[in-house]
């Protein structure tokens, strides 16, 4: 007889962040100086947020992400058209709730391209508010919803410049901040491979988005032995779609897509098993093998030097692909 091994996706699961408490969202610092140096106007982000969720809501209510493309691209459209074929499969929770209302909206200055802007929602019901992030690739295009994240339970976003004044965009070089924007992913993508106990889990503040990811770890591994097989991830950070925007007292927040892919084989003529959930998504057959990507989104706040840590204060772990090897 053929033996099944189940794959713990409700450990998978748990890594998204539901409310603990409300996060604090404080509110733009106004501007010190009369003269308005943001990309945008508010009138403009008056437009730009209806625009992004009517054309949301209306291909939610049809479950067709065909409908997405002009306010909303990217990951963001990825992400939503997996929510609507897990909702058609008879997922009722699958289309994540994204409140229209914003609490506060953060701009970039004038200057480079991408522009970056940056809304945070009131909190969905039995959820925290939601980092929504927008980009407009030139002067000629749109701005277009590319992702999103919850809040960290219990997280605190920095003050940021008005809309009036807008943020400053760091390059990821920049030595405005220690550490720089790039070398803050790549260690914090260093702490994810290595786990909880790698050295640089005290250069971090604690977050419930790695300590789910290495709880999810634990559980698979020993899943996959238990069929005499083995589990592994992978994180990669996607640096070229990476953003760094100033903080009012000289931090900065950095908006970081990773992709995170998570396989486990068995062997000995078992076979493994998902939720049937997931089942919705696989491609293949599945026998000994299944891998889930996942298009994540961590947003870090790098205070001013010498004033604490490095903190995720959002992120979600957006399931995109289940495949049968």
Avoid at 160 to 166: I, S
Avoid at 172 to 196: F, M
Wanted: overall charge negative.
């Amino acid at each position: 007889m053929r033996r099944q091994t189940t794959l713990a996706t409700a450990a998978v699961a748990g890594l998204v962040l539901l409310a603990g408490c409300t996060p604090a969202v404080p509110e733009p610092v106004a501007a010190p100086a009369a003269q308005e140096t943001s990309a945008i106007t508010q009138t403009q982000i008056d437009r730009i947020v209806p625009a992004t969720f009517a054309e949301l809501e209306a291909a939610d209510e049809a479950r067709d992400a065909s409908l997405l493309g002009e306010r909303v691209g990217g990951t963001a459209v990825t992400v939503r058209g997996v929510e609507y074929r897990l909702r058609k499969a008879g997922d009722k929770q699958a289309i994540e709730e994204i409140p229209s209302t914003m609490q506060a909206v953060y701009v970039s200055a004038e200057g480079v391209f991408p522009r970056v802007m940056v809304g945070v929602s009131e909190a969905p019901e039995d959820a925290t508010p939601v980092v929504l992030v927008w980009l407009q690739e030139d002067i000629d295009s749109d701005y277009v919803l590319q992702n999103w994240a919850h809040m960290v339970p219990g997280a605190t976003l920095p003050a940021m410049p008005g809309p009036a004044v807008g943020s400053n965009q760091l390059p990821l070089d920049s030595d405005a901040i220690d550490p720089t924007p790039e070398q803050v992913v790549k260690d914090y993508v260093k702490l994810l491979r290595q786990g909880a106990k790698s050295d640089l889990a005290s250069e971090f503040g604690k977050d419930t988005y790695r300590a789910r990811l290495f709880a999810a770890r634990k559980v698979l591994t020993a899943a996959a032995k238990k069929g005499d097989g083995d589990y592994v991830d992978t994180v990669q950070p996607q640096l070229d779609d990476t953003y760094a925007m100033a903080t009012a007292d000289g931090g900065a927040l950095v908006f970081a897509p990773l992709v995170v892919t998570s396989s486990l084989r068995v062997k000995g003529g078992a076979t493994v098993s998902i939720s049937d959930a997931d089942k919705a998504l696989v491609k293949g057959k599945l026998k000994d093998r299944v891998t889930h990507t996942y298009n994540d989104l961590v947003v870090i706040h790098v205070p001013a030097d010498g004033e604490g840590k490095p903190t995720v204060v959002a992120a979600d772990h957006h399931l995109i692909k289940v495949a049968a090897k």
